[in-house]
């Protein structure tokens, strides 16, 4: 092999999220003393389904698309976590993603386990009609897999309410009755709940007050950079804009925004609605985002998809807080540079758990049939957040590890604790 493509090889392995999940995974449970046998029940997935999903097309055509759902665990209750589309869709990645979903559920002590689902599709060259007809069918693919019970999803990357309305409506269809609680993140008029659409950019802010509280730095001088501004980091952007943070770079694909006297959120977010891109804001400087996000700031937030952060660029990377919005944002190679560095990483499984804690509590209202007021889902949010933030600092201080360690050793031992207690049934 040359070095080039051992190099490539090196670099492709450190860009599988399935690598970065098991080399924390086998880091914490090998600091946990993990029993052997439980090891490999949590390195594998409990269940992964492959599905092939026929949709007629706009053009007349049939068109196949690939589908999965994997099921990491439903050891501390139903399997939980999104769907996402994208042309970039791997199992491994599905895989990762799902075992994530454990151990966030069991980081903000949520009674789910996890799951996650993908399809393998470009959604912006697919019509709404094509989308429906891919989204029922891939639901009616996977009729005896779902259910409030058993495994619920919500949205993900490039998934929303309405693919969420279809997906209940699907399978509401297929009951002969109307099941709200087999999908969260649903339009709030057919069972969604209040606050869900803003949870996890606040769930972001709520663990960044946290941050500087402990960090000892004040918030109208905390500089923040965000990358992605799509459901996430235009959430979490618009908040923490609106509590008092000072917003100084935002990047997307196809372009960066800078300025250091902070960027209106709001104005942007009207800028893109009109327009569907970020670019030619009229106010901030049109930056590089490659070099955005190594750019000066006190919390960078990487909201958008996986592997931003890698071997090739943390050395460079300049905040204090990294807060990952995304699932799976920095890969494990990345970790030891940034705790050389000091740099106070708020983990994916922490730091984006107030999504998928608002859908227990939506899961929640949809069950009992009674809907609370906005104020009282962000306060139980509130709760629930800080009280994490506070287990896994506490956890990291006491065990001598980095945040996210700490993160993925409580959420083992957790679940590890609930199989012991429940046994394996032969
Ligand atoms: N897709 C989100 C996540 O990665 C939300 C999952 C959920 O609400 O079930 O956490």
Redesign the pocket.
């Known amino acids: 092999m040359t070095a080039t493509t051992a190099n490539h090889v090196t670099i492709e392995r450190e860009f599988n999220p399935m690598e970065a999940q098991s080399a924390r995974f086998d880091l914490a449970a090998q600091k946990l003393n993990l029993d052997e046998g439980l090891w490999k029940v949590l390195r594998y997935s409990n269940r992964e389904i492959t599905v092939h999903i026929p949709v007629a097309m706009d053009n007349g055509k049939l068109e196949v698309f690939t589908g999965f759902r994997v099921q990491h665990s439903i050891a501390r209750g139903p399997s ?3 769907i996402r589309y994208a042309p970039d869709v791997t199992l491994d990645e599905v895989r990762a993603l799902a075992a994530w ?1 454990t151990w ?1 559920c069991a980081v903000v002590n949520i009674p789910f386990g996890g799951a996650k689902g993908g399809v393998i599709c470009d959604p912006h060259k697919m019509s709404m009609g094509e989308l429906e007809r891919m989204t029922r069918r891939y639901t009616a693919e996977l009729f005896e897999f779902i259910g409030p019970e058993k495994d ?1 999803p ?3 990357v490039n998934t929303n309410e309405q693919i969420m309305a279809w997906m209940m409506d699907t399978y509401s269809m297929h009951m002969r009755q109307t099941v709200t609680a087999v999908v ?2 649903k339009p709030i008029n057919i069972g969604g709940s209040r606050g869900r659409r803003e949870a996890t950019g606040r769930g972001i802010m709520i663990v960044c007050d946290e941050a500087i509280k402990k960090l000892g730095m004040s918030m109208a001088s905390t500089r923040v950079i965000v990358q992605g501004f799509g459901n996430v980091g235009s959430n979490a952007a618009l908040l923490m804009a609106e509590a008092g943070y000072k917003i100084i770079g935002i990047l997307e694909v196809d372009g960066g925004l800078y300025n250091t006297n902070g960027i209106d959120v709001k104005k942007l977010s009207e800028h893109r609605q009109k327009n569907r891109t970020i670019t030619g804001f009229a106010g901030a400087e049109k930056v590089d985002p490659a070099e955005l996000l190594l750019t000066e700031c006190d919390i960078l937030i990487p909201a958008a998809t996986e592997n931003q952060i890698t071997s090739r660029n943390a050395d460079r990377v300049k905040c204090k807080i990294l807060a990952e919005g995304a ?1 799976g944002p920095t890969t494990a190679s990345a970790d030891e540079i940034l705790a050389d560095k000091g740099v106070f990483v708020i983990p994916d499984i922490l730091c ?1 758990a107030g ?2 804690t608002t ?1 227990y509590f939506e899961w929640v209202q949809d069950r009992q049939g009674y809907f609370w007021k906005e104020s009282v889902v962000n306060e139980q949010l509130e709760t629930i957040m800080v009280s994490a933030f506070e287990d896994v600092v506490r956890y990291a201080e006491t065990h001598h590890v980095n945040n996210r360690i700490a993160a993925y050793m409580l959420a083992i031992d957790r679940v590890a604790y609930t199989i012991r207690q429940r046994g394996i049934y032969a």
């Open positions: 939980k976590g999104g979903m966030k619920v919500a949205p993900d969260t993140g699932n984006n999504g998928v859908s």
